[in-house]
């Protein structure tokens, strides 16, 4: 039986370790494109996309066992599990797009930008409001889709997230909760279009982003099958190695978002949760209270790095190891001052929330 509970075993600590290791490189990757893109290895997996695909995972993985769990609550439903959301995006969301909008506004003041650049083209009201209802990565009825505000070019990610959160969840409750299917049925027909749509399609004729969807279902997929299956240590180990080192020996930079490869990703990441199941080494305070300080500040660094770098970029000419290490450095720190007033907070605003709407009183996985 799958147990996320930290005092038994490494799973849930692995989890941080794994968002937080996402999140870090896929603000080195960036930085390695901005300022020192001959330290890339050009043969390897692009860092930021593969950053992308392990957070698809573990959100995949995660909302499945909120919803399997929670829902044991006859009083959990979708308007608890939204809220929850909502919080939870919204919390890192806003701080992040308000700070986006200073930098980007500077930036484009700074440097004389009459609108001719790409930032400044991007920084306008529509895209802005695309941003703040995550309909940047809308494939649906109707010409509601536009890029993603300014420099913030990593939300296209979180806007897919943000469909397939409700448009699962809309499912769930249809199946288990049928007397609502009155309101979720419109709910999922909204919000299964962009779901539908990266299930093996793409974001952009180049290929990025596509399957996502269906990466997500693997990670689900993974907590079902850890569920009722137990692998041993050993096993689980070698068949996390084998599918890293299959994935990185076939995928090209620039090709990470490959169908055919995402099963060699499915299956590390089930080695990675059947050998944290199996173990429980990860137990010194000082290490698990590293690692969960580092998951802590996850979301807002994937929100704002980019965004501090192209800044940087912009604005001072040096190049090299110095530059890279200022604006990986200054982003990390930016992160963490945004999740203090932001994501940490995220509990806190749900409660508020539930407490305004008479929903109850939200009690958290041992995921969270």
């Not at 703040?132 to 010409?143: A, F």
């Not at 397939?164 to 909760?177: D, L, N, P, Q």
């Amino acid at each position: 039986m799958l147990c996320l509970d930290r005092s038994k075993n490494d799973t849930s600590v692995t989890l941080d370790l794994l968002r937080a290791a996402a999140s870090l490189v896929v603000c080195v990757g960036h930085g390695l494109a901005f300022f020192f893109a001959e330290l890339r290895p050009t043969t390897l997996p692009l860092m930021q996309n593969l950053g992308v695909l392990v957070f698809f995972l573990i959100s995949g993985f995660l909302i499945t066992h909120t919803l399997i769990q929670r829902s044991e609550d006859p009083q959990y439903g979708f308007w608890r599990f939204a809220v929850d959301r909502f919080a939870r995006i919204y919390s890192g969301l806003i701080p992040a797009l308000v700070l986006i909008v200073a930098i980007d506004a500077l930036t484009i003041y700074l440097t004389g930008d009459g609108g001719e650049g790409k930032i400044a083209q991007l920084f306008n009201m529509r895209t802005l409001i695309a941003s703040l209802l995550n309909m940047e990565s809308y494939r649906g009825i109707g010409k509601l889709a536009a890029s993603p505000f300014g420099s913030a070019s990593p939300l296209w990610t979180l806007a897919i997230e943000w469909h397939i959160y409700f448009f699962v969840a809309a499912v769930f409750f249809i199946v288990t909760r049928p007397r609502f299917r009155l309101y979720l049925v419109p709910v999922a027909l909204f919000f299964g279009q962009t779901a539908i749509h990266f299930l093996f399609l793409s974001l952009e004729s180049s290929g990025i982003g596509q399957g996502l969807f269906s990466l997500w279902l693997g990670g689900s997929l993974v907590y079902f099958v850890s569920r009722r299956t137990h692998l041993p240590y050993p096993p689980a180990i070698l068949l996390a190695m084998i599918g890293s080192a299959w994935f990185v020996s076939i995928v090209r930079p620039g090709e990470e978002y490959r169908l055919v490869a995402y099963p060699l990703l499915i299956a590390a990441f089930l080695g990675i949760i059947a050998a944290s199941q199996g173990s429980h080494r990860l137990t010194w305070p000082p290490l698990v209270r590293s690692i969960r300080f580092l998951a802590d500040y996850s979301f807002s660094l994937y929100l704002v790095h980019y965004t501090i770098m192209y800044a940087i970029w912009t604005l001072f000419p040096a190049r090299g190891i110095a530059m890279f290490a200022v604006a990986v450095t200054t982003s990390n720190l930016v992160a963490i001052g945004l999740a203090e007033i932001g994501e940490k907070n995220h509990r806190r605003l749900a409660d508020f929330i539930f407490s305004r709407c008479s929903l109850g009183v939200r009690r958290p996985s041992p995921a969270e």
